[in-house]
């Protein structure tokens, strides 16, 4: 009837919709961007139009197609999240990661030793290896105390950390600086002030020996 005959129009102008938005003419994409995120939109894209031919052009809407339907659609939301989601384990910097914090980790796990002692205010550094494809490597992690021990008595961060060995380096991201200025709940907890890491920066113990946008290494004297 009727209805059938606009129903097949519809599909098929969504249909040459969803080819278009693959070929993509007119906004091209970088194949890193494919490869990261929208690679997925591409199995997406037919198995939604399958869908939407089953429910719309189907007549029989018995419990069975319903069914299908469902499944369809709720295999799409779900492998949609893999392709929404970053995650460390990709080989390569993602959102969550800036490429000044890899290329100066990188620097720093060519210059230290395995056994080196590596201190840190709050980010998980060991993730980095997994981004490097070094599955088992493992860093001799040290975590500071409050303000890193700093005290009105002493601005010495070797001699109010008795626990670091004569040689030790401080991996100092941007983000672990910024969330106890910025972020109301980390504020809240004062583990560390603005003040503390100018302490840092000023302290005569330590060198600084690398030093970017979003990271800076330290190095015991």
């Not at 894209?45 to 031919?53: T, V």
């Not at 113990?205 to 970017?212: A, G, H």
Request: charged share 20%; proline share 3%; with cysteine.
């Amino acid at each position: 009837g009727l209805g059938d005959v606009y129903n097949r129009q519809l599909y098929i102008i969504s249909l040459f919709i969803q080819f278009f938005l693959i070929l993509n003419p007119i906004i091209s994409h970088q194949p890193e961007r494919i490869i990261n995120l929208n690679f997925i939109l591409y199995a997406q894209i037919p198995i939604f139009a399958l869908a939407i031919y089953v429910f719309f052009l189907r007549k029989s809407k018995s419990i069975y197609s319903i069914s299908l339907v469902c499944f369809i659609l709720v295999s799409i939301w779900t492998f949609s999240l893999f392709g929404c989601l970053d995650s460390p384990k990709v080989s390569r910097t993602n959102s969550a990661l800036t490429y000044n914090e890899v290329e100066g980790m990188s620097w720093f796990y060519n210059l230290k030793n395995d056994s080196s002692i590596v201190s840190v205010p709050l980010s998980q550094i060991n993730r980095f290896h997994d981004l490097f494809g070094e599955k088992y490597a493992k860093d001799s992690l040290r975590r500071f105390p409050d303000h890193f021990g700093y005290s009105n008595n002493s601005s010495n961060i070797k001699k109010v950390n008795l626990e670091l060995d004569s040689h030790f380096y401080i991996v100092l991201l941007t983000i672990d600086e910024l969330l106890y200025q910025e972020v109301p709940s980390y504020i809240k907890v004062g583990r560390y002030y603005k003040s503390d890491f100018t302490k840092l920066r000023n302290d005569t113990s330590v060198n600084k020996i690398y030093d970017s946008m979003n990271i800076e290494i330290f190095s015991s004297i």
